[in-house]
Each structure stands twice: as C-alpha cells, then as structure tokens.
C-alpha cells in the first residue's frame, strides 16, 4: 500500500467544489431504495472531499459525519453546508484508523471515488464494526468509459507538461490489483452487489476541464509550478483544434458496490 503523503489533495479543494461532476440524482436514488433509508439513522461519508454527496442525504438522515484527511476540502465542505443550512452534518478531519473509535455506528457508510487511496482490507474491517446489525455500505465510483479524442489530447498535453507518471503526492499512483467487489466480497461483509446505474451526458468546456484538472492529484495546480499559463495556453490550444466552438461532451456512468453487515 502505497503511502502519498499528507499533500495527495493539496490546493485542489477550490477546483474540486466548483468544477467536479455532481453525482446524478439516480444514484441518491438508488441509495435510498436500496437502503431503505427513512430520516432516521446516522450517516458516514469516508473520504467526503467538500461534501457534495454527503450534503445531498440531509433529509434521510438525523445525522452525518463527513471525514476527510485534507482540511481544504473540509473548509469547503462547512461553506457548502452553511450556504445550504445543512445543520445536521459534522465535518472531521483524519483517517479511518484513528477516528473509528469514537464515531460510533452508521446505518449507511459510503465511500465515492476514494477507496483506491486506502488501505483496503483494513478499512473493511474498520467498517464492519462501524456498521449497525442491519447497516451496510456503498463504494461508489465512476465506470471507465472509452477515451473519447478530446479526452485523449487532455492526457496527451497533461503528460507533456508533467511527464508519463501520474504523480500522486509524494509517489506515483498505483492502480489496485483487484476489482473493488473481489476486495469486498474477501471482507465480513455479506450480499456483495455490483450495480452499474443509466449514463447520461455531460458536458464540459475548456474552463471546465482545466478546473476540473487543478481538483485532482495528478494535476493540480502546484505540480506546474512556472508553466502554469504555458500548460493552459497549450490545453486551450489543443482543444480549439478538435472543436473550435470550445464545448466537448462524455457520457458518464456511476457504478455502485454495496454490502450489508
């Protein structure tokens, strides 16, 4: 397990609030049904980032508990929820391993494209006995989806300015060996499911894609340093290139991995 160190997200929180992809209201859904959430209960969003989904559980909830390692990211999360008048959500920096002891049980932990960051196998155990007799969980992710051309030059340009590694933190990513529901179903958790929920399209502008770039760690903002304008001027080109319009569609799909205690 690869250790990033504590700069993995370091100045990508502004990025990450206003230009990540909100998830579709299918998967509030979904979670909801599948659940059978009903206003009462606790909530536990592991690796909440600013807080986007947690905040959309407001109401199925008496309470939730939002934690995250990067206080950025936390600093944007209370700002959303004081815009909003979110008062029954708790925002905790750290890790799992040193605030599983007193954060008490959950009906619902979730996990949005954040377990690949962890440590796996004991992040399960940490959850299962974190979980209530009848509570379960959710590891949500994105489905790879072929590279569009646009796409493919975004990497292109990222990876001439920043090399073919993909930086993370203090390291270099590395990819889990195993399918997150192979991960899963080794762990005491029961009634493994995959789900893999309608796409739909999104779509993206260049100033879009460049902050959506500046909120992930392998291309945020820092990791430039002097070629910073450089970097944008050479992306702005680029993608004019492709569509002189500036304007470039994905279609996204979110898949769901679920659990029960």
């Known amino acids: 397990m690869s250790d990033y160190g504590a700069d993995l997200f370091k100045g990508t929180a502004w990025y990450y609030s206003r230009y990540r992809p909100l998830y579709p209201s299918s998967l509030i859904r979904f979670l909801v049904n599948k659940f059978s959430l009903n206003g009462e209960g606790r909530l536990l969003d592991l690796g909440c980032g600013t807080g986007q989904l947690a905040l959309n559980f407001n109401h199925w909830f008496e309470e939730i508990i939002g934690i995250d390692t990067e206080p950025e990211m936390l600093e944007e999360a209370n700002r959303l929820s004081n815009d909003n008048r979110v008062d029954n959500v708790t925002w905790v920096q750290g890790r799992a391993e040193e605030r599983a002891a007193d954060w008490g049980s959950f009906g619902l932990i979730i996990i949005a494209k954040a377990f690949h960051w962890m440590d796996r196998e004991l992040i399960l155990e940490i959850l299962y006995n974190s979980c209530d007799d009848n509570g379960g969980i959710a590891?949500?992710?994105?489905?790879?989806?072929?590279?569009?051309?646009?796409?493919?030059?975004?990497?292109?340009?990222?990876?001439?300015w920043l090399g073919d590694e993909r930086i993370a933190g203090n390291s270099t990513y590395t990819p889990p060996k195993e399918r997150f529901e192979v991960t899963v179903a080794k762990s005491s958790f029961k009634n493994v499911e995959r789900h893999a929920l309608p796409s739909y399209s999104y779509t993206w502008t260049i100033d879009s894609i460049i902050g959506n770039l500046y909120s992930t760690s392998f291309a945020s903002k820092r990791l430039f340093g002097d070629n910073l304008e450089r970097f944008e001027n050479d992306l702005r080109s680029a993608l004019l290139e492709i569509n002189s319009a500036g304007v470039f569609t994905e279609e996204l799909s979110v898949s769901v991995i679920t659990a029960m205690k």
């Open 139 to 160: 590891i949500i992710n994105n489905e790879n989806q072929e590279p569009s051309i646009w796409q493919l030059k975004v990497n292109e340009v990222v990876k001439r």
